[in-house]
Protein backbone atom coordinates (compact mmCIF):
# COMPACT_ATOMS: atom_id res chain seq x y z
CA UNK A 1 0.00 0.00 0.00
CA UNK A 2 0.85 3.53 -0.05
CA UNK A 3 2.11 4.77 3.40
CA UNK A 4 0.29 8.05 4.38
CA UNK A 5 2.24 10.69 5.68
CA UNK A 6 0.46 11.48 8.66
CA UNK A 7 -2.89 9.17 9.65
CA UNK A 8 -3.87 11.63 11.63
CA UNK A 9 -7.76 13.10 12.53
CA UNK A 10 -9.43 15.71 15.15
CA UNK A 11 -11.65 15.73 17.20
CA UNK A 12 -13.88 18.52 16.49
CA UNK A 13 -14.61 15.64 12.78
CA UNK A 14 -17.28 13.23 12.31
CA UNK A 15 -17.92 10.38 9.62
CA UNK A 16 -21.51 11.10 8.85
CA UNK A 17 -23.33 7.81 9.64
CA UNK A 18 -24.74 8.19 6.17
CA UNK A 19 -21.41 7.16 4.68
CA UNK A 20 -19.82 4.78 7.31
CA UNK A 21 -22.10 1.25 7.85
CA UNK A 22 -22.68 0.19 4.44
CA UNK A 23 -22.02 -2.64 5.63
CA UNK A 24 -19.28 -4.21 7.81
CA UNK A 25 -16.57 -4.28 5.16
CA UNK A 26 -17.23 -0.37 4.62
CA UNK A 27 -17.59 0.96 8.21
CA UNK A 28 -14.58 3.54 8.87
CA UNK A 29 -13.40 3.61 12.41
CA UNK A 30 -11.28 6.76 12.31
CA UNK A 31 -11.23 9.68 10.32
CA UNK A 32 -7.77 10.39 8.93
CA UNK A 33 -8.04 14.05 7.74
CA UNK A 34 -4.60 15.86 8.85
CA UNK A 35 -5.20 17.35 12.49
CA UNK A 36 -4.00 16.87 16.40
CA UNK A 37 -4.95 12.84 16.60
CA UNK A 38 -7.31 10.28 14.94
CA UNK A 39 -11.27 10.07 16.23
CA UNK A 40 -13.55 7.69 16.23
CA UNK A 41 -16.31 8.33 13.16
CA UNK A 42 -19.02 7.84 16.00
CA UNK A 43 -17.29 9.57 18.55
CA UNK A 44 -16.89 13.18 16.78
CA UNK A 45 -19.22 16.44 16.32
CA UNK A 46 -18.80 17.91 13.10
CA UNK A 47 -19.51 17.20 9.42
CA UNK A 48 -17.35 14.94 7.69
CA UNK A 49 -17.66 12.88 4.56
CA UNK A 50 -15.17 10.11 3.79
CA UNK A 51 -15.01 9.16 -0.15
CA UNK A 52 -13.28 5.68 0.04
CA UNK A 53 -11.52 3.68 -3.54
CA UNK A 54 -15.25 2.27 -4.22
CA UNK A 55 -16.78 4.88 -4.34
CA UNK A 56 -14.77 6.92 -6.39
CA UNK A 57 -14.72 3.59 -8.79
CA UNK A 58 -18.08 4.92 -9.23
CA UNK A 59 -17.33 8.25 -11.55
CA UNK A 60 -14.34 7.27 -11.92
CA UNK A 61 -13.36 10.76 -12.58
CA UNK A 62 -9.63 11.77 -14.19
CA UNK A 63 -10.27 15.33 -11.74
CA UNK A 64 -10.85 14.97 -7.93
CA UNK A 65 -13.28 17.86 -8.00
CA UNK A 66 -16.06 15.66 -9.54
CA UNK A 67 -15.99 13.35 -7.36
CA UNK A 68 -16.56 15.79 -4.65
CA UNK A 69 -20.01 16.30 -6.60
CA UNK A 70 -20.83 13.68 -4.15
CA UNK A 71 -20.01 15.42 -1.30
CA UNK A 72 -22.84 18.05 0.65
CA UNK A 73 -21.97 21.48 0.64
CA UNK A 74 -19.63 21.12 -2.07
CA UNK A 75 -19.82 23.05 -5.05
CA UNK A 76 -17.28 22.86 -8.11
CA UNK A 77 -16.97 26.22 -9.96
CA UNK A 78 -14.89 24.91 -13.80
CA UNK A 79 -14.18 27.82 -16.21
CA UNK A 80 -13.89 25.95 -19.61
CA UNK A 81 -12.45 22.64 -20.13
CA UNK A 82 -11.53 20.21 -17.82
CA UNK A 83 -7.87 21.77 -16.47
CA UNK A 84 -9.07 24.96 -16.52
CA UNK A 85 -8.98 26.89 -13.43
CA UNK A 86 -11.13 24.80 -11.15
CA UNK A 87 -12.69 26.36 -8.05
CA UNK A 88 -14.12 24.45 -4.66
CA UNK A 89 -16.73 26.10 -2.53
CA UNK A 90 -17.85 24.78 0.58
CA UNK A 91 -20.99 26.07 2.19
CA UNK A 92 -20.87 29.15 0.31
CA UNK A 93 -17.52 30.26 1.48
CA UNK A 94 -14.88 31.44 -0.91
CA UNK A 95 -12.47 29.07 -2.99
CA UNK A 96 -9.56 30.11 -0.65
CA UNK A 97 -11.43 29.38 2.26
CA UNK A 98 -10.77 25.85 1.75
CA UNK A 99 -8.05 24.13 3.28
CA UNK A 100 -6.32 20.83 0.70
CA UNK A 101 -4.35 18.47 1.85
CA UNK A 102 -2.36 15.64 -0.38
CA UNK A 103 -1.11 12.57 1.89
CA UNK A 104 -0.90 15.71 5.12
CA UNK A 105 0.52 18.36 3.06
CA UNK A 106 -0.73 21.77 1.78
CA UNK A 107 -1.09 21.99 -1.97
CA UNK A 108 -2.50 25.30 -2.02
CA UNK A 109 -1.09 28.07 -4.19
CA UNK A 110 1.17 29.81 -1.38
CA UNK A 111 0.68 32.95 -3.81
CA UNK A 112 -2.93 33.15 -4.06
CA UNK A 113 -4.03 30.66 -1.04
CA UNK A 114 -6.11 28.51 -2.61
CA UNK A 115 -6.22 24.92 -4.86
CA UNK A 116 -6.74 25.66 -7.97
CA UNK A 117 -8.44 21.83 -8.50
CA UNK A 118 -7.50 22.23 -12.56
CA UNK A 119 -3.80 21.69 -11.61
CA UNK A 120 -4.96 18.04 -9.89
CA UNK A 121 -6.10 16.40 -12.83
CA UNK A 122 -4.77 12.88 -12.54
CA UNK A 123 -3.57 13.05 -9.32
CA UNK A 124 -3.45 9.71 -7.89
CA UNK A 125 -6.72 9.35 -5.15
CA UNK A 126 -7.44 6.56 -3.12
CA UNK A 127 -9.55 8.13 -0.39
CA UNK A 128 -11.01 11.50 -0.03
CA UNK A 129 -12.15 13.05 3.20
CA UNK A 130 -14.05 16.04 3.62
CA UNK A 131 -14.44 18.58 6.54
CA UNK A 132 -17.20 21.16 6.38
CA UNK A 133 -17.40 24.39 8.78
CA UNK A 134 -14.45 27.16 10.44
CA UNK A 135 -11.58 24.56 11.51
CA UNK A 136 -9.24 27.31 12.23
CA UNK A 137 -8.32 26.16 15.80
CA UNK A 138 -7.07 23.11 14.69
CA UNK A 139 -5.77 23.96 11.23
CA UNK A 140 -4.92 27.50 10.73
CA UNK A 141 -6.03 30.64 8.95
CA UNK A 142 -6.95 28.19 5.83
CA UNK A 143 -9.35 26.22 6.95
CA UNK A 144 -12.11 29.06 7.82
CA UNK A 145 -14.49 27.36 5.57
CA UNK A 146 -13.34 23.24 5.49
CA UNK A 147 -11.03 20.96 4.97
CA UNK A 148 -10.41 18.46 2.34
CA UNK A 149 -7.63 15.81 2.31
CA UNK A 150 -6.80 13.57 -0.48
CA UNK A 151 -4.81 9.96 -0.03
CA UNK A 152 -2.88 8.26 -2.64
CA UNK A 153 -4.21 4.65 -3.00
CA UNK A 154 -3.95 1.99 -1.10
CA UNK A 155 -3.95 -1.24 -3.44
CA UNK A 156 -0.90 -3.54 -2.64
CA UNK A 157 0.92 -4.55 -5.54
CA UNK A 158 1.29 -3.46 -8.87
CA UNK A 159 -1.16 -1.39 -10.29
CA UNK A 160 -1.86 0.38 -13.49
CA UNK A 161 -4.75 1.96 -16.31
CA UNK A 162 -4.72 3.82 -19.59
CA UNK A 163 -7.79 5.05 -21.04
CA UNK A 164 -8.64 7.06 -24.07
CA UNK A 165 -11.91 9.10 -25.73
CA UNK A 166 -13.42 11.96 -26.76
CA UNK A 167 -12.13 15.27 -27.09
CA UNK A 168 -8.88 13.69 -27.97
CA UNK A 169 -8.88 12.52 -23.99
CA UNK A 170 -5.69 10.00 -22.53
CA UNK A 171 -4.86 9.17 -19.57
CA UNK A 172 -2.73 6.60 -17.52
CA UNK A 173 -1.22 5.47 -14.32
CA UNK A 174 1.59 2.63 -13.07
CA UNK A 175 2.36 2.32 -9.68
CA UNK A 176 3.60 -0.14 -7.20
CA UNK A 177 3.26 -0.43 -3.41
CA UNK A 178 4.33 -3.14 -0.68
CA UNK A 179 6.90 -3.58 2.14
CA UNK A 180 6.74 0.37 3.43
CA UNK A 181 7.08 1.98 -0.29
CA UNK A 182 5.27 3.00 -3.20
CA UNK A 183 5.83 4.95 -6.46
CA UNK A 184 3.38 5.93 -8.97
CA UNK A 185 3.54 7.91 -12.11
CA UNK A 186 0.37 9.38 -14.28
CA UNK A 187 -0.36 11.07 -16.88
CA UNK A 188 -3.48 13.10 -18.80
CA UNK A 189 -4.29 15.02 -21.88
CA UNK A 190 -7.25 16.30 -23.74
CA UNK A 191 -7.67 18.79 -26.45
CA UNK A 192 -10.17 20.53 -24.80
CA UNK A 193 -13.09 22.57 -26.45
CA UNK A 194 -13.27 26.44 -27.08
CA UNK A 195 -13.69 28.24 -23.80
CA UNK A 196 -15.12 30.83 -25.83
CA UNK A 197 -17.76 29.25 -27.29
CA UNK A 198 -17.21 31.70 -30.55
CA UNK A 199 -16.07 28.40 -32.64
CA UNK A 200 -12.39 29.13 -32.43
CA UNK A 201 -9.30 26.82 -31.15
CA UNK A 202 -10.34 24.48 -28.77
CA UNK A 203 -8.25 24.80 -25.19
CA UNK A 204 -6.60 21.42 -23.76
CA UNK A 205 -4.56 20.60 -20.98
CA UNK A 206 -1.71 18.30 -19.70
CA UNK A 207 -1.07 17.19 -16.84
CA UNK A 208 1.84 14.81 -15.66
CA UNK A 209 2.54 13.47 -11.66
CA UNK A 210 5.16 11.23 -9.76
CA UNK A 211 5.36 10.31 -6.45
CA UNK A 212 6.87 8.30 -3.87
CA UNK A 213 5.75 7.55 -0.31
CA UNK A 214 7.61 5.27 1.95
CA UNK A 215 7.33 4.39 5.76
CA UNK A 216 9.76 2.66 8.01
CA UNK A 217 10.48 1.60 11.83
CA UNK A 218 13.50 3.08 12.55
CA UNK A 219 13.65 2.14 16.11
CA UNK A 220 10.95 0.61 18.50
CA UNK A 221 7.78 2.48 18.92
CA UNK A 222 8.96 5.36 16.21
CA UNK A 223 8.59 5.30 12.96
CA UNK A 224 9.56 7.45 9.78
CA UNK A 225 6.64 8.73 7.13
CA UNK A 226 8.23 10.57 3.63
CA UNK A 227 6.48 11.56 0.69
CA UNK A 228 7.64 13.16 -2.31
CA UNK A 229 4.92 14.38 -5.49
CA UNK A 230 6.30 16.48 -8.62
CA UNK A 231 3.52 17.45 -10.93
CA UNK A 232 3.61 19.06 -14.36
CA UNK A 233 0.90 20.84 -15.81
CA UNK A 234 -0.05 22.83 -18.91
CA UNK A 235 -3.53 24.33 -19.48
CA UNK A 236 -4.72 27.39 -22.25
CA UNK A 237 -7.39 29.45 -21.93
CA UNK A 238 -9.59 31.97 -23.70
CA UNK A 239 -9.27 35.77 -22.26
CA UNK A 240 -11.00 38.80 -22.45
CA UNK A 241 -8.61 41.21 -24.97
CA UNK A 242 -10.53 43.86 -26.22
CA UNK A 243 -11.72 44.20 -22.56
CA UNK A 244 -15.57 44.41 -23.22
CA UNK A 245 -16.46 41.46 -20.63
CA UNK A 246 -16.71 38.44 -23.24
CA UNK A 247 -14.04 35.82 -23.98
CA UNK A 248 -12.02 36.41 -26.96
CA UNK A 249 -10.50 33.14 -28.71
CA UNK A 250 -6.78 33.71 -28.00
CA UNK A 251 -3.46 32.14 -27.73
CA UNK A 252 -2.99 31.73 -23.82
CA UNK A 253 -1.50 29.77 -21.46
CA UNK A 254 -0.21 28.58 -18.13
CA UNK A 255 2.84 26.20 -17.26
CA UNK A 256 3.00 24.76 -13.61
CA UNK A 257 5.51 22.98 -12.15
CA UNK A 258 4.72 22.11 -8.34
CA UNK A 259 6.99 20.29 -5.95
CA UNK A 260 5.51 18.44 -2.61
CA UNK A 261 8.11 17.19 0.42
CA UNK A 262 6.63 16.03 3.31
CA UNK A 263 8.44 13.85 6.38
CA UNK A 264 7.05 12.62 9.45
CA UNK A 265 8.02 11.26 12.82
CA UNK A 266 5.73 9.69 15.26
CA UNK A 267 6.51 7.40 18.28
CA UNK A 268 6.08 7.39 22.34
CA UNK A 269 8.66 8.42 25.48
CA UNK A 270 6.73 7.03 28.32
CA UNK A 271 2.95 8.28 28.55
CA UNK A 272 3.65 11.14 26.32
CA UNK A 273 3.19 10.00 22.17
CA UNK A 274 5.36 12.71 19.67
CA UNK A 275 4.41 13.49 15.81
CA UNK A 276 6.75 15.43 14.57
CA UNK A 277 5.91 17.18 10.93
CA UNK A 278 8.16 18.87 8.17
CA UNK A 279 6.43 19.54 4.91
CA UNK A 280 7.52 22.04 1.97
CA UNK A 281 5.32 23.20 -0.87
CA UNK A 282 6.83 24.82 -4.01
CA UNK A 283 4.23 26.16 -6.61
CA UNK A 284 6.22 28.00 -10.07
CA UNK A 285 3.32 29.35 -12.59
CA UNK A 286 4.95 30.72 -16.26
CA UNK A 287 2.33 32.50 -18.42
CA UNK A 288 2.48 32.84 -22.04
CA UNK A 289 0.95 35.11 -24.83
CA UNK A 290 0.98 34.14 -28.46
CA UNK A 291 3.69 31.74 -27.31
CA UNK A 292 5.71 34.26 -25.98
CA UNK A 293 6.51 34.50 -22.10
CA UNK A 294 4.21 37.54 -20.28
CA UNK A 295 5.37 36.55 -16.53
CA UNK A 296 6.39 33.99 -13.94
CA UNK A 297 5.57 33.84 -9.71
CA UNK A 298 7.16 31.22 -7.27
CA UNK A 299 5.14 30.48 -4.00
CA UNK A 300 7.02 28.51 -1.20
CA UNK A 301 5.47 27.21 1.63
CA UNK A 302 7.62 25.96 4.53
CA UNK A 303 5.89 24.02 7.87
CA UNK A 304 7.77 22.56 10.88
CA UNK A 305 5.32 20.73 13.82
CA UNK A 306 5.68 19.55 17.08
CA UNK A 307 1.93 17.56 18.41
CA UNK A 308 2.56 15.71 21.42
CA UNK A 309 -0.42 14.33 23.31
CA UNK A 310 -1.84 12.14 26.19
CA UNK A 311 -4.91 10.06 26.45
CA UNK A 312 -6.36 7.51 28.73
CA UNK A 313 -9.82 5.02 28.64
CA UNK A 314 -11.55 7.41 28.48
CA UNK A 315 -9.57 11.02 26.87
CA UNK A 316 -7.46 12.58 25.11
CA UNK A 317 -4.72 15.73 25.66
CA UNK A 318 -3.05 17.05 22.38
CA UNK A 319 -0.89 19.91 22.17
CA UNK A 320 0.55 21.31 19.26
CA UNK A 321 3.35 24.07 18.55
CA UNK A 322 3.22 25.02 14.45
CA UNK A 323 5.85 27.46 12.45
CA UNK A 324 5.17 28.48 9.07
CA UNK A 325 6.94 30.33 6.10
CA UNK A 326 5.29 31.72 2.98
CA UNK A 327 7.40 33.12 0.45
CA UNK A 328 6.43 35.27 -2.79
CA UNK A 329 8.30 36.30 -6.04
CA UNK A 330 7.20 37.56 -9.24
CA UNK A 331 8.71 38.46 -12.24
CA UNK A 332 7.60 40.66 -15.16
CA UNK A 333 8.98 40.01 -18.29
CA UNK A 334 6.70 41.36 -20.34
CA UNK A 335 7.07 44.93 -19.20
CA UNK A 336 10.12 44.66 -17.82
CA UNK A 337 10.43 43.93 -14.63
CA UNK A 338 8.13 47.17 -13.56
CA UNK A 339 6.29 44.91 -11.77
CA UNK A 340 7.90 42.70 -10.16
CA UNK A 341 7.53 42.26 -6.49
CA UNK A 342 9.24 39.79 -3.30
CA UNK A 343 7.46 39.25 -0.14
CA UNK A 344 8.04 36.70 2.94
CA UNK A 345 5.46 35.99 6.00
CA UNK A 346 6.25 34.10 9.11
CA UNK A 347 3.72 33.03 11.70
CA UNK A 348 3.72 30.47 15.10
CA UNK A 349 1.07 28.79 16.54
CA UNK A 350 0.19 26.94 19.02
CA UNK A 351 -2.81 24.80 19.90
CA UNK A 352 -4.66 22.16 22.16
CA UNK A 353 -7.44 19.88 21.86
CA UNK A 354 -9.31 18.16 24.49
CA UNK A 355 -11.73 15.18 24.23
CA UNK A 356 -13.50 13.07 26.78
CA UNK A 357 -16.06 10.27 25.38
CA UNK A 358 -17.94 8.93 28.28
CA UNK A 359 -20.58 6.27 27.34
CA UNK A 360 -23.13 7.91 25.02
CA UNK A 361 -21.59 11.30 25.52
CA UNK A 362 -18.86 12.87 23.55
CA UNK A 363 -17.22 16.20 23.96
CA UNK A 364 -14.73 18.27 22.00
CA UNK A 365 -12.63 21.49 22.69
CA UNK A 366 -9.89 22.71 20.69
CA UNK A 367 -8.17 26.20 20.65
CA UNK A 368 -5.31 27.80 18.55
CA UNK A 369 -3.41 31.19 18.98
CA UNK A 370 -1.48 32.38 15.64
CA UNK A 371 1.06 35.13 16.23
CA UNK A 372 1.23 36.63 12.82
CA UNK A 373 4.75 38.20 13.16
CA UNK A 374 3.11 41.76 13.08
CA UNK A 375 2.24 40.95 9.08
CA UNK A 376 -1.54 40.95 10.55
CA UNK A 377 -2.81 41.09 13.71
CA UNK A 378 -2.58 38.00 15.98
CA UNK A 379 -5.65 35.55 15.85
CA UNK A 380 -7.16 33.32 18.95
CA UNK A 381 -9.51 30.58 17.28
CA UNK A 382 -11.31 28.01 18.85
CA UNK A 383 -14.12 25.40 18.73
CA UNK A 384 -16.35 23.14 20.93
CA UNK A 385 -18.26 20.44 20.18
CA UNK A 386 -20.76 17.85 21.72
CA UNK A 387 -22.27 14.68 20.62
CA UNK A 388 -24.68 12.16 22.08
CA UNK A 389 -25.86 8.54 20.84
CA UNK A 390 -29.88 8.38 22.36
CA UNK A 391 -30.28 4.75 23.80
CA UNK A 392 -30.71 1.76 21.48
CA UNK A 393 -32.37 3.87 19.21
CA UNK A 394 -29.05 4.11 16.50
CA UNK A 395 -30.08 7.86 16.35
CA UNK A 396 -27.26 10.12 17.26
CA UNK A 397 -27.42 13.82 17.70
CA UNK A 398 -24.37 16.26 17.35
CA UNK A 399 -23.56 20.22 17.58
CA UNK A 400 -20.40 22.20 17.57
CA UNK A 401 -19.88 25.87 17.48
CA UNK A 402 -16.65 27.64 16.26
CA UNK A 403 -14.39 30.40 14.74
CA UNK A 404 -12.43 30.66 12.15
CA UNK A 405 -10.06 33.36 10.55
CA UNK A 406 -8.43 33.58 6.71
CA UNK A 407 -5.49 35.87 6.34
CA UNK A 408 -4.94 38.37 2.96
CA UNK A 409 -3.11 35.94 0.34
CA UNK A 410 -0.18 38.29 -1.46
CA UNK A 411 -2.04 38.90 -4.30
CA UNK A 412 -4.96 40.90 -2.53
CA UNK A 413 -1.96 42.60 -0.38
CA UNK A 414 0.26 42.90 -3.42
CA UNK A 415 -1.75 42.58 -6.70
CA UNK A 416 -0.71 40.26 -9.49
CA UNK A 417 0.42 41.21 -13.26
CA UNK A 418 0.27 42.94 -15.39
CA UNK A 419 -1.07 45.28 -12.97
CA UNK A 420 -4.98 45.76 -13.47
CA UNK A 421 -5.16 44.34 -10.25
CA UNK A 422 -3.98 46.41 -7.31
CA UNK A 423 -2.84 45.32 -4.28
CA UNK A 424 -4.37 46.69 -0.78
CA UNK A 425 -1.91 46.18 2.19
CA UNK A 426 -4.40 47.49 4.61
CA UNK A 427 -6.29 44.43 4.34
CA UNK A 428 -8.06 42.85 7.56
CA UNK A 429 -8.13 39.14 8.13
CA UNK A 430 -11.42 37.51 7.30
CA UNK A 431 -13.55 36.34 10.51
CA UNK A 432 -16.38 34.06 10.82
CA UNK A 433 -17.93 32.49 13.44
CA UNK A 434 -20.44 29.16 13.02
CA UNK A 435 -22.16 26.72 14.32
CA UNK A 436 -23.91 23.32 13.16
CA UNK A 437 -26.46 21.03 14.60
CA UNK A 438 -26.83 17.55 12.98
CA UNK A 439 -28.76 14.04 13.19
CA UNK A 440 -27.40 10.34 12.69
CA UNK A 441 -29.86 7.59 12.17
CA UNK A 442 -28.82 4.30 11.50
CA UNK A 443 -31.00 1.20 10.29
CA UNK A 444 -30.41 -2.18 9.33
CA UNK A 445 -29.90 -1.38 5.56
CA UNK A 446 -29.75 2.02 5.09
CA UNK A 447 -28.41 4.98 6.99
CA UNK A 448 -28.91 9.41 6.58
CA UNK A 449 -28.34 11.91 8.59
CA UNK A 450 -29.24 16.32 8.44
CA UNK A 451 -27.17 18.94 9.49
CA UNK A 452 -28.60 22.57 9.57
CA UNK A 453 -25.48 25.11 9.43
CA UNK A 454 -24.72 28.83 10.08
CA UNK A 455 -22.42 30.95 9.37
CA UNK A 456 -21.43 34.94 9.72
CA UNK A 457 -18.20 36.42 7.95
CA UNK A 458 -16.77 39.12 9.27
CA UNK A 459 -14.18 41.38 7.04
CA UNK A 460 -15.13 39.47 4.18
CA UNK A 461 -12.57 40.44 0.83
CA UNK A 462 -13.85 41.03 -2.30
CA UNK A 463 -13.35 43.43 -5.46
CA UNK A 464 -13.52 46.20 -5.90
CA UNK A 465 -13.78 48.13 -9.54
CA UNK A 466 -12.20 51.22 -9.90
CA UNK A 467 -13.30 53.99 -12.80
CA UNK A 468 -10.30 53.74 -13.98
CA UNK A 469 -10.82 49.90 -15.54
CA UNK A 470 -8.29 48.58 -12.36
CA UNK A 471 -9.44 46.49 -9.46
CA UNK A 472 -8.12 46.66 -5.98
CA UNK A 473 -9.17 44.15 -2.66
CA UNK A 474 -10.96 45.68 -0.09
CA UNK A 475 -12.79 44.39 2.78
CA UNK A 476 -16.58 44.45 3.72
CA UNK A 477 -18.02 46.58 6.63
CA UNK A 478 -20.68 44.43 7.19
CA UNK A 479 -21.45 40.78 7.94
CA UNK A 480 -21.88 37.81 5.05
CA UNK A 481 -24.30 35.64 6.03
CA UNK A 482 -24.17 31.97 5.25
CA UNK A 483 -27.21 29.23 6.34
CA UNK A 484 -28.62 25.93 5.12
CA UNK A 485 -29.25 22.27 5.42
CA UNK A 486 -27.51 19.14 4.06
CA UNK A 487 -28.86 15.90 3.44
CA UNK A 488 -26.75 12.27 3.39
CA UNK A 489 -27.84 8.82 2.45
CA UNK A 490 -26.27 5.33 1.96
CA UNK A 491 -28.75 2.11 1.52
CA UNK A 492 -27.35 -0.87 0.86
CA UNK A 493 -29.91 -2.22 -1.40
CA UNK A 494 -28.30 -5.83 -1.94
CA UNK A 495 -25.28 -7.18 -0.87
CA UNK A 496 -24.20 -6.38 -4.59
CA UNK A 497 -26.10 -3.03 -4.93
CA UNK A 498 -25.35 0.39 -3.26
CA UNK A 499 -27.13 3.53 -3.52
CA UNK A 500 -25.52 6.90 -2.23
CA UNK A 501 -27.24 10.36 -2.31
CA UNK A 502 -26.68 14.19 -0.71
CA UNK A 503 -28.56 16.84 -1.36
CA UNK A 504 -27.60 20.95 0.25
CA UNK A 505 -29.85 23.80 -0.04
CA UNK A 506 -27.95 27.17 0.68
CA UNK A 507 -28.02 30.76 1.20
CA UNK A 508 -25.03 32.78 0.54
CA UNK A 509 -25.70 36.82 1.09
CA UNK A 510 -23.17 39.42 1.37
CA UNK A 511 -23.85 42.92 3.47
CA UNK A 512 -26.30 44.34 1.24
CA UNK A 513 -28.68 40.92 1.45
CA UNK A 514 -27.60 40.32 -2.61
CA UNK A 515 -26.72 36.57 -3.13
CA UNK A 516 -23.16 35.81 -3.37
CA UNK A 517 -22.07 35.33 -6.82
CA UNK A 518 -21.28 31.48 -8.17
CA UNK A 519 -22.67 29.74 -5.46
CA UNK A 520 -25.67 27.75 -6.19
CA UNK A 521 -28.75 28.04 -4.09
CA UNK A 522 -28.72 23.91 -4.35
CA UNK A 523 -26.81 21.02 -5.50
CA UNK A 524 -27.58 17.31 -5.18
CA UNK A 525 -25.96 13.94 -6.32
CA UNK A 526 -27.29 10.34 -6.39
CA UNK A 527 -25.27 7.43 -7.59
CA UNK A 528 -25.23 3.49 -8.13
CA UNK A 529 -22.84 0.93 -7.28
CA UNK A 530 -23.70 -2.87 -8.67
CA UNK A 531 -21.21 -5.40 -8.74
CA UNK A 532 -23.13 -7.57 -10.90
CA UNK A 533 -21.43 -11.18 -10.21
CA UNK A 534 -18.83 -11.53 -7.78
CA UNK A 535 -15.42 -10.86 -9.39
CA UNK A 536 -17.20 -10.17 -12.88
CA UNK A 537 -19.08 -6.80 -14.23
CA UNK A 538 -19.53 -3.73 -11.72
CA UNK A 539 -21.36 -0.62 -13.11
CA UNK A 540 -22.08 2.59 -11.74
CA UNK A 541 -24.26 5.52 -12.66
CA UNK A 542 -24.17 9.03 -11.16
CA UNK A 543 -26.04 12.11 -11.69
CA UNK A 544 -24.60 15.53 -10.26
CA UNK A 545 -26.86 18.21 -10.08
CA UNK A 546 -26.23 22.38 -9.75
CA UNK A 547 -28.59 24.83 -9.15
CA UNK A 548 -29.34 27.97 -10.38
CA UNK A 549 -25.97 30.65 -9.71
CA UNK A 550 -25.58 34.31 -9.99
CA UNK A 551 -22.37 35.58 -11.93
CA UNK A 552 -21.91 39.39 -13.39
CA UNK A 553 -21.95 40.11 -16.74
CA UNK A 554 -19.40 42.35 -17.54
CA UNK A 555 -19.48 42.75 -21.38
CA UNK A 556 -22.14 45.64 -20.12
CA UNK A 557 -21.23 48.64 -18.81
CA UNK A 558 -22.31 48.94 -15.34
CA UNK A 559 -21.83 45.33 -15.16
CA UNK A 560 -25.20 43.73 -14.97
CA UNK A 561 -26.14 40.42 -12.88
CA UNK A 562 -27.28 37.68 -14.58
CA UNK A 563 -28.10 34.10 -13.95
CA UNK A 564 -26.29 30.95 -14.95
CA UNK A 565 -28.99 27.93 -15.95
CA UNK A 566 -28.82 24.76 -13.62
CA UNK A 567 -27.29 21.80 -15.22
CA UNK A 568 -27.55 18.10 -14.31
CA UNK A 569 -24.19 15.91 -15.25
CA UNK A 570 -24.30 12.17 -16.21
CA UNK A 571 -22.26 9.62 -15.86
CA UNK A 572 -21.49 5.71 -16.39
CA UNK A 573 -19.19 3.44 -15.67
CA UNK A 574 -18.42 -0.03 -16.26
CA UNK A 575 -15.64 -2.47 -15.39
CA UNK A 576 -15.57 -6.28 -16.75
CA UNK A 577 -12.58 -8.22 -15.90
CA UNK A 578 -10.86 -10.38 -18.83
CA UNK A 579 -8.46 -12.21 -16.59
CA UNK A 580 -7.69 -12.57 -12.80
CA UNK A 581 -5.43 -9.30 -13.35
CA UNK A 582 -6.34 -7.63 -16.35
CA UNK A 583 -10.14 -5.83 -16.66
CA UNK A 584 -12.01 -3.23 -19.69
CA UNK A 585 -13.38 -0.23 -18.55
CA UNK A 586 -16.16 2.01 -20.17
CA UNK A 587 -17.11 5.44 -19.19
CA UNK A 588 -18.83 8.14 -20.00
CA UNK A 589 -19.04 11.69 -18.88
CA UNK A 590 -22.37 13.99 -19.59
CA UNK A 591 -24.31 12.10 -21.07
CA UNK A 592 -27.50 13.83 -21.56
CA UNK A 593 -24.88 16.75 -23.46
CA UNK A 594 -25.68 19.59 -21.30
CA UNK A 595 -23.38 22.77 -21.49
CA UNK A 596 -22.55 23.70 -18.17
CA UNK A 597 -21.47 26.90 -17.62
CA UNK A 598 -20.13 27.98 -13.76
CA UNK A 599 -18.53 30.72 -14.85
CA UNK A 600 -20.56 33.55 -17.44
CA UNK A 601 -18.68 33.28 -20.91
CA UNK A 602 -17.02 29.85 -19.69
CA UNK A 603 -18.40 27.09 -22.12
CA UNK A 604 -17.67 23.66 -20.30
CA UNK A 605 -17.37 20.29 -22.59
CA UNK A 606 -20.47 18.39 -23.60
CA UNK A 607 -20.75 14.12 -23.84
CA UNK A 608 -17.57 11.95 -24.05
CA UNK A 609 -17.01 8.65 -24.66
CA UNK A 610 -13.67 6.50 -23.06
CA UNK A 611 -12.49 3.12 -22.97
CA UNK A 612 -9.72 1.65 -21.27
CA UNK A 613 -7.97 -1.14 -19.21
CA UNK A 614 -6.95 -1.50 -15.83
CA UNK A 615 -4.41 -3.73 -14.45
CA UNK A 616 -4.41 -5.00 -10.71
Known sequence: MFPRLFTLGASALVLSSSFAIADDTRTLDTVEISGLRPVEADRATASVTVLTEEDLAVRFAPNPADQLRAVPGVAVSRSGSLGGLTQIRMRGAEANHTLVL????????????????????????????????????????????????????????????????????????????????GAAVTGFRTDGVDTSGSGGGKDGSEAFSGLLTGAFAIAPDWT????????????????DTDFDGLLNDVDRSTEADQYLIGAGLNGRTGRVDHLLRASYNELVRE???????????????????????????????????????????????????????????????????????????????????????????DATTWRLGAGYAIGDTQARIRGSVGTGVKNPTFVELFGFFPGSFIGNPDLKPEEAL????GWEQTFERFSFSVTYFESNLK?????????????TARNRAGKSERSGFEFAARWPVLDTLTLLGQATLLSSKDETGADEIRVPES???????????????RIGAALDYTGDQGDFDFGSFPSRRVTLDAYTLASLTAEYPLTERISVTLRGENVFDETPVDVFGYRGPGAGAYIGLKLR
Open 102 to 181: FNGIDVSDPVNGEADFGLLTALPAGRIEVLRGAASSIHGSDAIGGVIAIAPPQTPGLTGQAEGGSFGTARASLGWSGAGF
Open 224 to 239: LSVTGLARRTESQFDS
Open 287 to 377: NFADGAKTDESTGARTKLSWSPGVSGETYGLTGLVEFRRETYDRTDVQYGGLTNASEAFEALSAAAEYRVSAGPLDLSASVRHDDNRSRFK
Open 434 to 437: SWEI
Open 459 to 471: NEIFTAFNPDFTS
Open 523 to 537: TASISLDWQVRPDGL
